[in-house]
């Protein structure tokens, strides 16, 4: 809850634009309070539970596949910068992909350059939301 606080602090200070034209703080507002929802949410299933079941965590291929995640997410906050959102997205959902396994290559490579455009496309183009285009292509 407290990472939720903190993230609507910082995307507060975006502008929230209009209703015609979106700024580039809709969206990370509309994160932050879902992600406070879900919080006290969790926090209040939490409390009212009679009983404690205890904590499993991953372990052998589940962690792995965590670790996995944890870097596509990494590899696309270093790679915007330099690559623009596009390209790291696309890096970044096919890195998702192959972590959780059960697809054939070219499904996760039409799908990371779908997912990789068509955010773009949604964001940029039709809501009007600046994204990175990266310092390696302007």
Known sequence: MILGILYLAASLQ???????????????VMVACLWLVASIGT???????ATQDPIEWPRGASLGRMGAILAAILAYML????????????????????ALGGLRWPLKIGLAVAFGLGSYYLF???????????????
């Open 43 to 49: 926090g209040w299933g939490a409390r009212s539970k």
């Open 124 to 138: 940029d183009t039709l809501l009007g939301v600046p994204l990175p285009r990266g310092t390696w292509f302007r």
């Open 14 to 28: 975006y502008p929230m634009g209009t209703v015609r034209k979106p700024g580039p703080g809709l969206f990370p």
């Open 79 to 98: 790679l915007l910068s330099n690559i623009g959102h596009s390209i790291a997205a696309i890096v970044a959902t096919f890195m998702a992909l192959q």
